[in-house]
């Protein structure tokens, strides 16, 4: 290798774009020398895809629109044609590319990619005087790829839940219940509605092992992080579940990919990229999903130190030592990158339920920030339950709105009741990962508003810190990357100092107030009995809202 730090890749498909991040390392320093990113509507327009996602009538099923809940797919060819588009980027960058040790990526969970019997010998000689994309077409078995927006397949979540034992049998093994979005439904569907294409199907990969395959010319294996987004992975063995496999389609067991640990050596990069963009044949380290890469990206890598991420959708996500799973059925269990597990609970009522309030009384954030100065934590025993939008924790079909003791007309309020109520929602819903928070990171657009941050550190008694990494995922690519290849090297590095990088800066602490948390500790089973009220399952809490006014 060329004198000079070693460089490491790490790509993010995320549903709507591409992006590359190149850390270069000196021992143990690590420092960001590249970052790009192409969209895939601007990039490629010939695709026609909106925000990523192909026109509905792609979706080419036959009984599309008669089986309720929404198609989504998108382009394995697009994904090809924008992996070599990025790849020239950093072959083009100017950095020493001899210097690239290991390259890996981070795709969006869920998303299936079908090939056909010729892949195999297609990928392990492609042509480097042509593009990517045009010899990848021809090894498809289904030219659209479902992704983790398709919530068209309940009825088939129903049959492998009851074929397995239940929904609880199901969750136990693979970490979640059946769930629309998620790989094995998903094949079922296209198992039975397109009996010919699956016939022809030699190979199912998830996005992040398609992508790889890619890269090292020859089918790559599914790291277990991906693999615990298919509803077919057995969370102990992190081997695929037999009862499940078996559940879901006919022949799928010789069809699905071998899972390999997330630091495996899936290959190097093929002739193909050696030859075309004259990059080394620099190790390829599994990718994983986008949640296990995200987890390294913002550095948790111990039990009590989670993230929130205040996006469209908030999340609350952290690594477990064990693989507890949630008995409500709507947080997930993945496993972790480092080889312990991850736990993930999303809350679709997010920034947008901000914003509604916001604008609801003509609010810029100044004033939004401003009535969380102004109001008493606790709210004086005025609550929102904020289900502007259906929710998926817990799970709402039809939403609506609820105040208790709280009156429409005053906006300061109202913006204290939103905020607290989403973070109590999530100390709620978190519970059932037994984990003690001490620390959190919080990430996204809204992770920037201080007095929102305040409430957090608040209400979970937990020290908040603000991440500034701007692409979790892409970031958590590379260091995996890094990871990988200190492992092959036989001088594997702990994950504190892969992580150090990522870790949030000290003088962006907010710690909790010590009195403003016991108010919440008391408010908290209060917002419990609103929620349970609004779900139709309890009595009214105002009594005890009242009782809590007053104290
Ligand atoms: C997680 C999920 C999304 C996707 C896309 O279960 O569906 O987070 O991974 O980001």
């Not at 990523?52 to 797919?73: D, I």
């Not at 790989?183 to 992508?211: C, E, N």
């Not at 809204?446 to 209400?459: F, G, Q, S, T, W």
Request: charge should be negative; aromatic fraction near 6%.
């Amino acid at each position: 290798m060329p004198s000079g730090g070693r460089l490491y890749v790490g790509l993010d498909s995320s549903t709507q774009s591409l992006t590359a991040i190149v850390i270069e390392v000196d021992g143990t320093d690590a420092r960001v020398v590249f970052d790009a990113s192409l969209s895939f509507d601007e990039a490629f327009p010939q695709y026609g895809t909106d925000h990523g996602v192909l026109p509905s009538a792609s979706a080419q099923s036959a009984s599309a629109g008669l089986r309720g809940g929404r198609e989504a797919v998108s382009s394995p060819v697009m994904w090809a044609d924008a992996l070599e588009a990025i790849l020239e980027r950093v072959a083009a960058s100017g950095l020493d590319v001899a210097r690239i040790a290991a390259i890996s990526g981070s795709a969006h969970q869920h998303g299936s990619v079908y090939l056909n019997a010729d892949a195999e010998r297609m990928l392990g000689r492609l042509d480097p005087g042509q593009m990517l994309a045009s010899q990848i077409a021809p090894i498809l078995a289904r030219r659209v790829a479902p992704i983790w927006l398709d919530s068209s397949t309940s009825a088939e979540c129903a049959e492998i839940a009851d074929a397995v034992g239940g929904s609880g049998q199901l969750a136990h093994h693979t970490g979640s219940r059946a769930f629309e979005r998620f790989t094995g439904p998903q094949i079922r569907k296209f198992a039975a509605t397109d009996p010919d294409g699956y016939a022809d199907t030699a190979r199912i990969h998830l996005v992040s092992s398609y992508l790889a395959s890619l890269l090292v010319g020859g089918h790559a294996p599914i790291d277990p992080g991906d693999a615990s987004g298919a509803n077919l992975m057995d969370l102990a063995s992190r081997q695929w579940w037999a009862p499940a496999v078996n559940a879901t389609a006919p022949g799928l067991a010789d069809r699905l990919p071998t899972i390999a640990p997330s630091w495996s050596v899936a290959g190097t990069l093929s002739p193909y990229w050696q030859a075309r963009l004259r990059l080394p044949p620099a190790r390829v380290i599994a990718w994983s999903g986008d949640n296990p890469c995200s987890l390294i990206g913002v550095g948790l890598v111990r039990e009590g130190r989670v993230a929130i991420s205040l996006g469209t959708s908030d999340t609350v996500f952290g690594l477990m030592k064990a693989p507890r799973v949630d008995p409500s059925g709507t947080g997930h269990v993945f496993a972790s990158p480092t080889g312990d597990y991850m736990g993930l609970t999303c809350f679709s009522n997010g920034s947008l339920a901000r914003e509604r309030v916001q604008d609801s009384y003509g609010f810029t954030w100044t004033d939004f920030s401003r009535a969380l100065d102004i109001t008493p934590p606790g709210n004086q025993g005025r609550v929102l339950v904020p289900w502007f939008e259906p929710e998926i924790t817990p799970a709402v079909a039809d939403p609506r709105v609820h105040r208790y003791r709280l009156s429409d007309n005053d906006g300061a309020a109202n913006v204290r009741a939103v905020v607290e109520a989403q973070q109590m929602a999530m100390a709620v819903h978190s519970t059932w990962m037994s984990v003690t928070i001490d620390t959190i990171h919080a990430t996204g657009g809204a992770a920037a508003n201080k007095e929102i941050l305040r409430v957090m550190a608040d209400v979970f008694g937990a020290e908040v810190y603000r991440s500034t990494v701007s692409n979790s995922a892409a970031l958590g690519a590379a260091l995996r990357a890094w990871h990988g290849d200190t492992v092959a090297e036989g001088t594997p590095l702990p994950w504190d100092a892969i992580t150090a990088i990522a870790q949030p800066s000290a003088a962006s602490l907010i710690a909790p107030d010590p009195t403003r948390h016991a108010v919440y500790r008391e408010m908290l089973p209060i917002y419990e009995a609103c929620e349970a009220h609004a779900l139709g399952r309890g009595p009214d809490p105002t009594p005890a809202l009242e009782r809590f006014a007053r104290r």
